[in-house]
């Protein structure tokens, strides 16, 4: 199966600038997360979406960022404006819905988009 | 914060086992040990899960303690391939974010 898919994989701006990040799940996949990563340490969870609600966003700044899944499959990650803190890796994962209660947390990630903030 | 503690860095000749190892001290019962690793330049990549019962599959075996405190990964012949950041993981549920550390860079070398 096709895994998951983000671009662009690299992508420079300048601080107050805006950028977006795409990511198209595996499909069938219910649940969508966002993370960051920053040089050196481990993924950061972002925004936890189930089909096209959000379940969890208490670590997405929402003054600069926003995500959206309008159609509970496709997903958007905009930043704007950028700082320079922004720079890191931009990790989509998925995983399915799984049975409730299940305990296979295996989720599924895209290679990462790479932004660099001058 | 990440519930685990790890060693930074590790280093494994190819073709022999690697160990990692993995704290979780303060591990509830209903929490499950989870493995990740990450290749360079590529997301993370699922390895294995448990809960307290020793468990493998084709790419690693997962050794928890009784007590469930700590638990080791082992790769059996580690590959140059196998280079990689792992990240020993407690989650409580399928559908938990799941909260990364630094993790153990593992260097295999020839």
């Known amino acids: 199966e096709a895994g998951v898919a983000q671009s662009p994989r690299y992508k420079i701006i300048e601080k107050r600038q805006s950028v977006a990040f795409w990511c198209n799940p595996i499909?069938?996949?219910?649940?969508l997360y966002w993370y960051q990563q920053i040089l050196g340490q481990g993924p950061k969870l972002l925004i936890q979406?189930?089909?096209?609600?959000?379940?969890?966003d208490s670590q997405l700044p929402k003054d600069r960022f926003s995500a959206e899944r309008l159609k509970g499959v496709d997903s958007t990650l905009k930043i704007q404006p950028a700082k320079l803190e922004d720079s890191a890796v931009y990790l989509c994962?998925?995983?399915?819905?799984?049975?409730?209660?299940?305990?296979?947390?295996?989720?599924?990630f895209g290679p990462g988009t790479r932004l660099t903030v001058l | 914060d990440a519930k685990t503690t790890q060693p930074p860095s590790m280093d494994c000749a190819e073709g022999r086992a690697a160990n990692l190892p993995c704290n979780h001290s303060?591990?509830?019962?209903?929490?499950?040990v989870y493995w990740y690793r990450q290749i360079h330049s590529q997301g993370p990549q699922y390895i294995i899960h448990?809960?307290?019962n020793n468990e493998t599959n084709e790419m690693a075996s997962l050794i928890i303690t009784e007590d469930r405190k700590s638990s080791t990964l082992i790769l059996p012949h580690a590959t140059l391939r196998d280079t990689a950041v792992y990240y020993c993981?407690?989650?409580?549920?399928?559908?938990?974010?799941?909260?990364f550390g630094k993790g153990t860079r593992l260097s295999v070398i020839a």
């Open positions: 994962a998925s995983r399915t819905r799984g049975e409730s209660g299940t305990a296979n947390n295996e989720q599924f």
């Open positions: 499909s069938g996949h219910a649940t």
């Open positions: 979406f189930q089909n096209n609600g959000v379940v969890d």
């Open positions: 303060t591990i509830s019962g209903n929490e499950y």
């Open positions: 448990g809960l307290k």
């Open positions: 993981i407690v989650s409580s549920s399928g559908n938990t974010p799941l909260v």
